[in-house]
């Protein structure tokens, strides 16, 4: 998917946002959105938005000397989500179709996302995790396509699994528990907004459900070109991939593969993509033969 | 009021806003977008957002080739709020005070704004005048000094009244009826978002209960070192101001005279700066002894 210009605005509030969480130093933010405005002539609108967020991010990490400045809110988040733990595993139980309840919490865990907001000004948000899960389990999907999901399931032996943020992590983790498959679960190279890196995904217990892999991405997204070797044969030869989240999406959604799509819209942008509302909870298979 | 950082974002948004109102070629919008994130490091955040604003804008205009992008808009609304103003003369004529429903409705006129937005990429916002009109009268303000606007009201023998948006304008015109003293309405020099001018003001009938006066500036906001001599001698020595909107706000917010500000909070920069919610509908004084 390419960047819209309607990103533009909507990386600033994200420049701002992330360098006010590591610095009260309005000088420093100051700089940050001179620089930034100054990089917009150098982004590609053909390159996913991952790309442009990426050089984006590595500015702000120059400028504040921070190179992980959601670190303390991955791990707020990560702990308030084992906390549920227990809870998600209760409501998974007592559904009828326990993966499509799985499905559906895997969703609300993806509302953890510091990258995609539209309200300026706020300080980071609070996500209540708790009412998030309680909603999406009443809620309807807006894009389904869960028959095939489940043909693509059982069809497979494997499934490459790349997650999104931390703290959804456990959200992803009940949902692996569901799926009855040895899982990869795929995560960044690096800190890039709140984004699960390998230690993130330790925190989340992953490793107990799941083979743990790195992208090699230093990207909020998974751009093909920047990942490992090692990630691209594990990709490559994969039956079913699952890919959570808004960034992921917009970095993989031209790929004619078994890939399906799990995320909460939560922009404009991927809403008006998607022709949905945001809000709006996904299952969207890709297109292939 | 000085700029705030949290400005930058919603100045890009605009800027996208505004140029794609004029053209549907995204090419041009980009080089807005490049132009304005190159300006960025030339803003002063000393002066109050329509200072920069101003800057913006007239880049915008030469880019896309159109000094006044909004004018159908603002044609648009005027109309809108002439067929509703046998409407809102009959709210004030049936409320047990007049001056006071008047009041509300000249801040429910205060939402025609298209400057301050915050959703992104919604089509130039459709305001339910009506809707608008029927709320505010309902609603109570955030910020309400009444008492001493009716104080100074009745202590002057003219009003300097400085209008905000073109439609507004006929919502000011069922304020002004009832303010029951002369009024000199304010209009800014040259076309500049959807504020009103002149032109604007004449097709709201103002001049049929006010003295028109252009403040000869072409931003935003009243930015008294840019007015005329003609203006700055009224101002200087009106006995009450009124101030329409946020615009208006933000140049005038320092001034130590007679002024009551009468707007609607649209955004939460102003939010902030006022110790309010978004959304509020806002009667406050200026200080002065």
Same mark, same amino acid.
């Given at each position: 998917m390419?960047? /819209?210009?309607?990103?533009?605005?909507?990386?600033? *509030? *994200?420049?701002? *946002?992330?360098?006010r969480m590591?610095?009260?130093?309005?000088r420093?933010? #100051?700089?940050?959105?001179?620089?930034? &405005?100054a990089?917009?002539? &150098? $982004?590609?609108l053909?390159?996913?938005?991952?790309?442009?967020?990426?050089l984006? /991010?590595?500015?702000?990490? @120059?400028?504040?000397?921070?190179?992980?400045?959601?670190? @303390?809110?991955?791990?707020?988040?990560?702990?308030?989500?084992?906390?549920?733990?227990p $809870?998600?595993?209760?409501?998974?139980?007592q559904? @009828?179709?326990?993966? $499509?309840?799985?499905?559906?919490?895997?969703? %609300?865990?993806?509302?953890?996302?510091?990258?995609?907001?539209?309200?300026?000004?706020?300080?980071p &948000? =609070?996500?209540?995790?708790?009412?998030?899960?309680k909603?999406? +389990?009443?809620?309807? $999907?807006?894009?389904?396509? /869960?028959?095939?999901?489940? @043909?693509?399931?059982?069809?497979s032996?494997?499934?490459?699994?790349?997650?999104?943020?931390?703290?959804?992590? +456990?959200?992803? #983790?009940?949902?692996?528990?569901?799926?009855? #498959?040895?899982?990869? /679960?795929?995560?960044? &190279?690096k800190?890039?907004i709140?984004?699960?890196?390998y230690?993130?995904?330790?925190? %989340?217990?992953?490793? #107990?459900?799941?083979?743990?892999?790195?992208?090699?991405?230093?990207?909020?997204?998974?751009?093909l070109?920047?990942?490992?070797?090692?990630?691209?044969?594990?990709?490559?030869?994969?039956q079913? +991939?699952?890919?959570?989240?808004?960034?992921?999406?917009?970095?993989?959604?031209?790929e =004619?593969?078994?890939?399906?799509?799990?995320?909460?819209?939560?922009?404009?942008?991927i809403?008006?993509?998607?022709?949905?509302?945001?809000?709006?909870? +996904?299952?969207?298979?890709a297109?292939?033969?």
């Amino acid at each position: 998917m390419k960047t /819209y210009l309607d990103c533009i605005p909507c990386f600033f *509030q *994200q420049a701002l *946002q992330t360098t006010r969480m590591v610095t009260s130093d309005e000088r420093k933010a #100051r700089k940050v959105l001179d620089e930034v &405005g100054a990089m917009i002539k &150098g $982004f590609s609108l053909d390159s996913p938005p991952p790309e442009n967020g990426r050089l984006m /991010y590595k500015k702000i990490a @120059e400028i504040t000397g921070n190179p992980d400045p959601f670190k @303390e809110i991955k791990r707020k988040y990560t702990d308030a989500a084992l906390k549920l733990y227990p $809870f998600l595993k209760q409501i998974v139980v007592q559904s @009828e179709d326990k993966l $499509f309840a799985a499905i559906k919490l895997a969703i %609300a865990g993806n509302v953890i996302d510091f990258g995609a907001k539209s309200s300026l000004m706020k300080s980071p &948000g =609070e996500f209540d995790l708790e009412k998030e899960a309680k909603e999406a +389990v009443k809620k309807n $999907f807006v894009l389904l396509d /869960y028959e095939n999901f489940k @043909e693509s399931l059982l069809a497979s032996s494997e499934i490459l699994y790349i997650g999104d943020n931390a703290g959804e992590t +456990v959200f992803d #983790r009940v949902l692996i528990e569901e799926l009855g #498959r040895p899982v990869i /679960y795929v995560v960044r &190279g690096k800190p890039i907004i709140n984004d699960a890196t390998y230690e993130d995904a330790i925190e %989340a217990d992953i490793h #107990r459900v799941a083979r743990i892999l790195s992208s090699g991405v230093d990207a909020p997204g998974t751009i093909l070109a920047r990942c490992s070797d090692e990630f691209r044969k594990e990709y490559d030869s994969a039956q079913l +991939v699952i890919s959570k989240g808004q960034g992921n999406y917009e970095t993989l959604s031209a790929e =004619e593969r078994p890939i399906f799509y799990l995320l909460k819209v939560k922009c404009p942008v991927i809403a008006q993509e998607m022709g949905v509302e945001v809000g709006g909870m +996904v299952l969207k298979q890709a297109k292939w033969d």
